[in-house]
T-cell receptor
Framework: ETGVTQTPRHLVMGMTNKKSLKCEQH?????MYWYKQSAKKPLELMFV???????ENNSVPSRFSPECPNSSHLFLHLHTLQPEDSALYLC??????????????FGPGTRLTVL | GDSVTQMEGPVTLSEEAFLTINCTYT??????LFWYVQYPGEGLQLLLK?????DKGSNKGFEATYRKETTSFHLEKGSVQVSDSAVYFC????????????FGKGTKLTVNP
C-alpha cells in the first residue's frame, strides 16, 4: 500500500462513452502525475500537476482531459477514446515537482479497455 | 533524445540464483537513475536510486551502481527468491526542471522454487 489509490481498477468503455478515472493520495504531497503503460512500450508520462497547476502536458490528445481540484485528488476525464488507448493508467504523487530526490509513489492503476 | 534500454525479458531463474538485469542510458549530462519494481496487480514501487556517478543504490538485497563511463545502471541480486518475481523498470530523471521520468520497457522476472 503506497498511499495512492485509484478507482476504478478496471474499466471497459465504448468509443462514444465518457468516463473518468480518479486518483487520491493520502501522503500530503503537492505534485500528482498521470502515466500510461501500454503493452511492450515504455511507461509514458502524460500530465504533471504541481500545487494544483498543470506544469506538463506531454503532447497528450485532447480526448484525455485532466483535472486537479486540490493537491490530494486527480482526475482523468475520457471521451471519444480509440481502441489504441487501451492501457494501464497509473497515477503517482510526490512531495512536489522538481528536485532530484523527489520520489514518486504510484497507485495500482486503472486497466482501461476501449471497445 | 534521452532513452533507457533494458535487457529484453522474460528472465526465468531458480531460487537462490544470481540476478543481473542490464540497463544503459543515453542522455546529455548526468541524470538521476532509478530502478522501479511492479509486482503483479500493483503499481510501481521505487526499489533503489542513485543520483551521481559511482553512487551505489541498494535495497532488499538488490544493488545497482551508477557507471558514468559505461552509462549503465545494472541491477543485481546475489540470491533471488520467489517473492522477487515481478517486472523491473530502469528509469532516469533530470535533476530539477522537468518531472519526466524516462523509463525502459521493463524486464519481467520469474523465480521458480
Amino acid at each position: 500500500e503506497t498511499g495512492v489509490t485509484q478507482t476504478p481498477r478496471h474499466l471497459v468503455m465504448g468509443m462514444t462513452n465518457k468516463k473518468s478515472l480518479k486518483c487520491e493520495q493520502h501522503l500530503g504531497h503537492n505534485a500528482m502525475y498521470w502515466y500510461k503503460q501500454s503493452a511492450k512500450k515504455p511507461l509514458e508520462l502524460m500530465f504533471v500537476y504541481n500545487f494544483k497547476e498543470q506544469t506538463e502536458n506531454n503532447s497528450v490528445p485532447s480526448r484525455f482531459s485532466p483535472e486537479c481540484p486540490n493537491s490530494s485528488h486527480l482526475f482523468l476525464h475520457l471521451h471519444t477514446l480509440q481502441p489504441e488507448d487501451s492501457a494501464l493508467y497509473l497515477c503517482a504523487s510526490s512531495q512536489e515537482a522538481g528536485g532530484a530526490y523527489n520520489e514518486q509513489f504510484f497507485g495500482p492503476g486503472t486497466r482501461l479497455t476501449v471497445l | 533524445g534521452d532513452s533507457v534500454t533494458q535487457m529484453e525479458g522474460p528472465v526465468t531463474l531458480s531460487e537462490e540464483a544470481f540476478l543481473t538485469i542490464n540497463c544503459t542510458y543515453t542522455a546529455t549530462g548526468y541524470p538521476s537513475l532509478f530502478w522501479y519494481v511492479q509486482y503483479p496487480g500493483e503499481g510501481l514501487q521505487l526499489l533503489l536510486k542513485a543520483t551521481k556517478a559511482d553512487d551505489k543504490g541498494s535495497n532488499k538485497g538488490f544493488e545497482a551502481t551508477y557507471r558514468k563511463e559505461t552509462t549503465s545502471f545494472h541491477l543485481e541480486k546475489g540470491s533471488v527468491q520467489v517473492s522477487d518475481s515481478a517486472v523491473y523498470f530502469c528509469a532516469l530523471k533530470w535533476q530539477g526542471g522537468s518531472e519526466k521520468l524516462v523509463f525502459g520497457k521493463g524486464t519481467k522476472l520469474t523465480v521458480n522454487p
